[in-house]
């Protein structure tokens, strides 16, 4: 009897390469995840939609994403034409439902395309939006500020850390 290798399943291959076969007005189309340069190209093409994205709240619905992406269809597009191969005027006349269903399976398979720019997005939003230290209030003698106890200061476990605060900003998109 033999043995069978645990690493040797379909889960690992879907995790290093989720590609995904999904049926289009009877056709058979890849869905692909960006490759890296791909993913340099999908980004400056979807510039538009990626930054109204970063600027939904963390507990954005499925649906107010939806209503997001019919706001930028070009943008949408040609993302989807980028992940399927398939030219933009093939897609914008696939039947609604072809089109919703190609639609969540490109935002699943390049889930990770979308939370790496958002995550990035909210981060320097909230690095931008954090107050600055003046070189004023560096040189003051620390009588002249307010004392503050260690239980004031942020730590990683009560949200002070950096991805923790991008978080709070509504730098997740959903799964």
Sequence with gaps: MAEENP????????ILQPDTDITLAGETVTV??????????????????????????????????????????????????RSTGRDVDWLA????ADGHNLALTVW????????LRLMTRGLSRTLRQAPS??????????????????SDTPSPSSGGSPSATA?????HAPS
């Design 133 to 150: 230290t003046s070189s004023a209030s560096l040189s003051k003698p620390d009588t002249d500020r307010s004392t503050t106890s260690p």
């Design 108 to 115: 699943q398979v390049n889930q990770s395309f979308f939370r």
């Design 32 to 81: 692909r995840r960006f490759r890296y340069g791909e993913s340099l190209k999908a980004q400056k093409e979807a510039e538009g939609l990626l930054t109204a994205l970063a600027e939904m709240p963390a507990d954005a619905t499925l649906q107010s994403i939806l209503d997001l992406i019919a706001s930028h269809p070009d943008d949408w597009l040609r993302l989807m034409a």
């Design 93 to 96: 006349d696939l039947h609604d």
């Design 167 to 171: 978080g709070a900003a509504g730098t």
């Design 7 to 14: 690493r040797d399943t379909d889960g690992d291959a879907a």
